[in-house]
C-alpha cells in the first residue's frame, strides 16, 4: 500500500510485540526493522525468532536507530508513556499499546507533546480496524436510536503474584487489561458517558480481579460492560436500538462474525476471516496516514482515546467511593 513499506521498531519483547511482528508479515505496508528492549539477551531472542535484522539493549538506542520510521510500543502499561514520549522525542511517529497510558493525566501529556512536535500518534485499539467493526460502524445509523451497549471480556488466568495481571507494579487488574475493549466499543458507538457507576472485586494481590460497569448517556442510552481476569466469558457484545440490534459473536474485539437483526424482517448474518491476529489493519491504516502527512487516525482519534482514559479513570475512582 506504499511505493517504500514502513520500518517499524518495537519497544517490548511481549507476547504482543511478537503477535503484532507476526502480523506485520501479512502485509506489504510495513517490515520489522528493529527491536528494542530492557535487556540484550531478550531483545536478541526477539530478533531471532522474529527474524528482525537490529537489536538494541536499550529503548533509548531504538527510539534513535536512523533506520526506524516509526515506533511501535508492546512494553506493560506503567511504562507506556515514558517509552512513547522518549520516541516522540527522537522526532518518530508512534503507534501505543492499549491502554494508551495508566490515566488520562498521562494521555493528554503526548497528545499534547505529539502535537507540538507535529508527529503522528495513535492507540493500537486494534479493534477498530477489523474489518467487522468497520461494517458494524457504517449499519449503525440503521438501527435507529441506540438504547443499549453490551461488552464483556473474561479470561482466567492462574493466580501468580509475579504475572503482570495480578502484579500493581505492572499496571495489573482486569479494567486496564481487559475492561479497555468493551469501554473503547462503548466508546465507538455512544462517546463519552456522563454518569459512570462501577462495582469491583478485588484480586488476592489487590488488583481489580472483575469489574461490572454501567454508563449514562445524555441520549438516554446506557452501557451495560463487564470484565474479569477469573474465568472465561462468552466476550460478546451487542448494539441495540429502536429499529434493530447488532450481535457480535465472540471474542468481539478480534476478527469476528456478527448478525444483524431487524424490528420486523429477518436476520442477516455477516461473515468475517482473516488471516493472522487481526493487527495487521492497523499497521496498514499507519501506513496510510503517515503517506498521507497526517497526525492522527479518524478511527482511533487521540481527543477520544483521552476521553476513554478519563472514563477509566471515572470507573476506578467510582469503585472507591
Not at 31 to 40: H, L, N, P, T, Y
Not at 117 to 138: D, I, Q, S
Not at 274 to 291: F, I, K, P, Y
Amino acid at each position: 500500500m506504499t511505493d517504500k513499506p514502513l520500518r517499524w521498531g518495537i519497544m517490548g519483547t511481549g507476547l504482543i510485540a511478537g503477535a503484532f511482528a507476526e502480523d506485520l508479515k501479512l502485509t506489504d505496508s510495513g517490515v520489522v526493522a528493529a527491536v528494542g528492549s530492557r535487556a540484550a539477551e531478550s531483545a536478541a531472542r526477539f530478533a531471532d525468532r522474529h527474524r528482525v535484522p537490529a537489536r538494541h539493549s536499550s529503548y533509548e538506542a531504538l527510539a534513535n536507530d536512523p533506520d526506524v520510521d516509526v515506533v511501535y510500543v508492546a512494553t506493560p502499561h506503567p511504562l507506556h508513556h515514558g517509552n512513547a514520549r522518549l520516541a516522540l522525542e527522537a522526532g518518530k511517529p508512534v503507534l501505543v499499546e492499549k491502554p494508551f497510558t495508566m490515566n488520562a493525566d498521562e494521555a493528554r501529556d503526548l497528545v499534547d507533546l505529539a502535537r507540538g512536535k507535529h508527529l503522528f500518534l495513535m492507540e493500537a485499539m486494534w479493534t477498530r480496524f477489523l474489518p467487522h467493526v468497520r461494517h458494524v460502524r457504517e449499519l449503525l445509523p440503521s438501527l435507529g436510536r441506540i438504547v443499549t451497549v453490551a461488552a464483556d471480556h473474561g479470561q482466567w488466568f492462574a493466580e501468580d503474584p509475579a504475572f503482570r495481571l495480578f502484579a500493581p507494579e505492572l499496571g495489573g487488574g482486569a479494567l486496564l487489561d481487559l475492561g479497555i475493549y468493551p469501554v473503547s466499543f462503548a466508546s465507538m458507538v455512544l462517546g463519552a458517558p456522563d454518569r459512570v457507576a462501577a462495582l469491583a472485586t478485588p484480586a488476592f494481590t489487590g488488583v481489580d480481579a472483575q469489574m461490572s460497569m454501567l454508563f449514562g448517556y445524555p441520549s438516554g442510552a446506557q452501557a451495560v460492560l463487564t470484565c474479569t481476569l477469573s474465568a472465561v466469558s462468552p466476550t460478546t457484545a451487542s448494539i441495540v436500538g429502536t429499529d434493530a440490534r447488532i450481535e457480535i459473536d465472540g471474542p468481539f474485539y478480534a476478527p469476528a462474525s456478527f448478525t444483524f437483526v431487524p424490528r420486523g424482517g429477518e436476520p442477516s448474518r455477516h461473515e468475517y476471516r482473516d488471516e493472522g491476529r487481526g493487527l495487521r489493519h492497523q499497521a496498514d491504516d499507519v501506513a496510510l496516514r503517515l503517506a498521507a502527512g497526517e497526525t492522527e487516525s479518524p478511527l482511533m482519534p487521540l481527543d477520544e482515546t483521552v476521553s476513554i482514559m478519563t472514563t477509566m479513570d471515572a470507573v476506578l475512582a467510582a469503585t472507591r467511593t
